[in-house]
């Protein structure tokens, strides 16, 4: 089984150098990119684009999914999870110092022009 992009909870979005990030917006999908789990609970079909007429763009396709057993996918894709969330806080930071520089950087310039 593949990912249910018709379900309301598929996300997908696709960043300028052309990756494309899929996954379950209530974090269900514990292989994803590569499928949804068999009889999720929270499959609930998407209901906002009935009728509409769906364009030519084609999203990149998926790699297969890495020969990872069953059991040890869903620990890997946890692991790299974790790695991802541990560096937020320095990320959040580093951004948060630059925009406090730019900021005392503007409230300078403008001072200077009064």
Known sequence: MAMREECKHFQSRTYDSGEV?????????PDAPWKCPE???SYQPRMADVGWEHGSLVEPAIE?????????????LDSAEDIVNAAGPAI????????????RSRSRWWRKRR
């Open 21 to 29: 990030a899929r996954f379950c917006s209530l974090d269900l999908a």
């Open 64 to 76: 297969d999914m890495p020969p990872v057993p069953d059991d040890d996918a869903a620990t890997l």
């Open 92 to 103: 959040l930071a580093d951004v948060e110092a630059e925009e406090a520089r730019q900021q």
């Open 39 to 41: 009889n999720c609970p």
